[in-house]
């Protein structure tokens, strides 16, 4: 009779392989993201799997870069001059690093600039957008709705915060006008005055530092 013990073994040696084999599949696979390093307490590598996004790998690169500059030991001529055209290569080597330390600290200067630049421009635009709110706190004001009352509060607190962030209005009287600033909508006969004068304010303009905003539209009266 024939033997088929070898062939039920080599069935159950392969069914037991599948069996590990789909066991390994659906075993989860873990990525470790974290920054530091748990064994040497050292920051990883930006370049490693699942990195921060493009501004924080630009960043810790800058600061990788500043370290190996400033840890870079160029070895004086003298102590390389004994062997042949050892002065000379380590002048080029002192001013390929020189050269690399200019162009990265100019590196570091255009991004600095361009992120205030950047930051800068965020704020005005939440400025500008918040003008039309101001007006319409002016008119309430103006109509004495806001003599008293919670939403007088709410309007000062408001103006209090914008001022934080470097809003200036625009709204003085018997000042030269200043067309930089100033919007003539009238122009009036005035008395006793020696240059053109803003006598009204018809809506408050408004500037954040060098930066205006908009034009205060005003009645100017110039001389007679």
Do not use: W
């Not at 070898?6 to 075993?27: L, P, V, Y």
């Not at 709204?171 to 005055?193: C, K, N």
Request: cysteine-free; glycine content about 8%.
């Amino acid at each position: 009779m024939p033997h088929h013990g070898n062939d039920d073994e080599h069935r159950s040696s392969g069914s037991g392989n599948e069996s590990n084999q789909e066991n390994e599949a659906q075993k989860p696979v873990i990525h470790d993201n974290r920054k530091v390093d748990p064994k040497t307490g050292r920051a990883r590598h930006p370049d490693q799997p699942h990195a921060e996004a493009a501004d924080s790998r630009s960043g810790d690169a800058l600061s990788q870069a500043e370290d190996i500059l400033n840890s870079v030991e160029v070895p004086a001529a003298e102590s390389v001059a004994q062997g042949a055209g050892g002065s000379a290569e380590a002048e080029e080597l002192r001013d390929d690093l020189r050269r690399l330390q200019a162009e990265y600290v100019n590196y570091r200067k255009r991004v600095e600039r361009d992120r205030a630049v950047a930051g800068e421009m965020a704020v005005i635009g939440v400025l500008n957008s918040l003008l039309p709110v101001l007006d319409d706190v002016d008119a309430a004001r103006q109509h004495g709705d806001l003599a008293d009352g919670p939403f007088a509060a709410i309007a000062a607190k408001l103006e209090a915060a914008l001022k934080t962030y470097g809003l200036v209005r625009i709204d003085e009287t018997g000042v030269e006008f200043d067309p930089t600033v100033h919007e003539a909508l009238i122009q009036q006969p005035g008395t006793d005055i020696d240059f053109d004068t803003v006598s009204q304010v018809l809506r408050a303009g408004y500037k954040s530092g060098d930066r205006v905003l908009r034009a205060a539209q005003v009645i100017v009266a110039v001389p007679a």
